[in-house]
């Protein structure tokens, strides 16, 4: 898989377009860095994130909650959420991310493949499954082996430095996290370059509560669980060159499928 992606790749570290294979993984031949691959998973950050890690991330990364995550958690924070199954959720990211031109597609913030998956499965090309936490990525890795599907490739790097080359792919999907991201701004900043003009990005997310806004105000106070303004989150995605084509907003869950404009549509604000 990595010799498919190998291509379309760029040193996280200096930004240069060229990595080679090693035994190891990749070596960057401009500043020298190496990227070893293990257990399937090719990891961009090593021992040193160089990132915020936030309380929520830091949950994130707990072995308890990695083994929980798929078929509890996600389940249930997505009831409370959004008060229906993460099952209809599931076929509204997949529905809006079915017009996407073929080639290759991104999960971004993938967690243990919830969504990367089924993206793969209905794929002619290949899916990249990127995440932070090692823990999540190495369950995203068992599951995907059981299941054995063979055209994703998982890399540990950051939302905020993707080793990708510019408008690689035409899809990228990220689900349950644009709004745990210490900077989504640097984030879509990211998304953009690597989506490219008419590339599709789906995403599911949270809007601020009207109500029981004491709760919120806690899980962003305290583990950094943010919510966006949904007008807000409008403004944000147009600075970076998005517009909003389909939505869906059950309760606090907000779903979406935006497309990047070419630069001459392009709204300036
Ligand atoms: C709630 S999970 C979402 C997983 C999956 N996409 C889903 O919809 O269920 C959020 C994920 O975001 C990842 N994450 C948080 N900050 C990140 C960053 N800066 N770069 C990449 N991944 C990040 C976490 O490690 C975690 O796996
Ligand atoms: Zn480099």
Redesign the pocket.
């Known amino acids: 898989m990595l010799e498919r992606i190998l291509p379309h790749m760029r040193c996280p570290r200096c930004g240069a377009d060229r990595l080679e294979p090693t035994p190891a993984g990749l070596r960057c031949p401009a500043c020298g860095a190496a990227y070893a691959s293990r257990e399937g998973i090719l990891d961009m950050i090593g021992d040193d994130p160089g990132?915020v890690i936030?309380p929520?991330?830091r949950l994130?990364?707990s072995p308890a909650i990695v083994s929980i995550?798929?078929n509890s958690w996600?389940q249930l924070?997505y009831y409370l959420a959004s008060s229906r199954s993460f099952a209809r959720e599931m076929e509204t990211v997949l529905e809006f991310g079915k017009g996407e031109k073929e080639g290759p597609a991104l999960?971004?913030?993938?967690?243990?493949g919830?969504?990367t998956r089924p993206l793969a499965r209905r794929s002619k090309g290949f899916v990249v499954g990127?995440?932070?936490?090692f823990p999540?990525l190495r369950q995203a890795a068992r599951r995907i082996r059981a299941e054995g599907i063979g055209n994703i490739q998982l890399i540990r790097?950051?939302?905020?430095a993707l080793p990708f080359s510019d408008a690689v792919f035409p899809h990228v999907n990220?689900?349950?996290?644009l709004h745990?991201?210490?900077r989504p701004e640097k984030?879509l900043a990211e998304i953009a370059r690597v989506i490219g003009p008419g590339g599709g990005f789906t995403v599911?997310t949270t809007i601020r509560p009207g109500r029981s806004a004491g709760l919120a105000y806690i899980l962003e106070r305290f583990i950094r669980f943010g919510f966006f303004n949904e007008p807000e989150l409008h403004r944000l995605l147009g600075s970076h060159g998005f517009a909003v084509e389909r939505d869906e907003r059950h309760r606090i869950s907000y779903t979406f499928l935006a497309r990047r404009l070419p630069p001459e549509n392009m709204v300036a604000v």
């Open positions: 990132e936030t929520f991330q994130m990364q995550y798929e996600r924070g999960d971004l913030a993938c967690g243990p919830v969504f990127l995440d932070l936490s999540m790097a950051s939302a905020f990220c689900c349950g996290a745990l991201f210490d984030a599911q």
